[in-house]
């Protein structure tokens, strides 16, 4: 079968880094993606890798590891409003969606 | 702006009464999605269409249909609603279906079944 694992919820101090981790097992790859949902909310498009290593953009980056079916989503500098759930996502070989369950970040003053 | 439009945001329902949820993006994209999500769970492809080809996951209830008239628009229709379809429905959009191709996705509609 197929499956995206995240840990289920992290805890983090404004204006630390945090690291939140994905590993899937799929039927084939084409690309893993992060999106970022406000409770309540719709999911908002983040980031996406195909290729190994690090994907920068602004306080967040995104690394991936093919090899080690790995991924990881680096915050920098967390403010409040980034507390949300971060769902890690693979497409597998007939290009379909695979989501994982999400992480609760929250962060504490 | 161009964006995925979902309405009602919130719909109450009575069990087995059917109910229709609608949603339309003015992104002209070539693929749409439903999906069904629940509390602190990962969202559920429930439908897709590409173009006009309908998908449906195997695992996707009968009860649950759905209606793609046009690009622009896409329904979900739940026939007999019961206690158990109380969830997020999320509607998505995607360009078109390669791997680089990510979703937008609508506000969502939040399904209350009494």
């Known amino acids: 079968g197929q499956n995206i694992d995240q840990p289920t919820e992290m805890t983090a101090t404004e204006g630390a880094i945090v690291q939140i981790n994905c590993t899937y097992q799929?039927?084939?790859?084409?690309?893993l993606f992060w999106y970022q949902q406000h409770a309540g909310e719709a999911p908002t498009f983040l980031s996406y890798n195909v290729l190994d290593g690090l994907e920068e953009k602004g306080r967040f980056s995104s690394f991936l590891s093919r090899s080690k079916g790995y991924s990881y989503l680096l915050l920098k500098e967390l403010q409040m409003k980034d507390s949300a759930s971060y769902l890690c996502?693979?497409?597998?070989?007939?290009?379909?969606?695979?989501w994982g369950a999400g992480t609760k970040l929250i962060i504490k003053p | 702006d161009a964006m995925v439009i979902q309405n009602p945001r919130y719909q109450v329902t009575q069990f087995g009464k059917p109910v229709t949820l609608s949603c339309s993006q003015t992104?002209?994209?070539?693929?749409m999605y439903w999906y069904q999500q629940k509390s602190s769970q990962a969202p559920k492809l429930l439908f897709h269409y590409y173009d006009k080809d309908f998908n449906n996951e195997a695992d996707t209830p009968d009860n649950f249909q759905s209606r793609r008239p046009n690009t622009s628009f896409c329904f979900l229709d739940i026939r007999s609603p019961g206690l158990g379809d109380a969830a997020m429905y999320l509607c998505?959009?995607?360009?078109?279906?390669?791997?680089?191709?990510?979703?937008?996705f609508g506000p969502g509609t939040r399904l209350t079944v009494l």
């Open positions: 998505a959009t995607s360009r078109d279906a390669t791997g680089g191709s990510e979703q937008f």
């Open positions: 799929t039927s084939g790859f084409n690309g």
């Open positions: 996502a693979v497409k597998d070989s007939n290009y379909q969606l695979i």
């Open positions: 992104l002209n994209h070539n693929v």
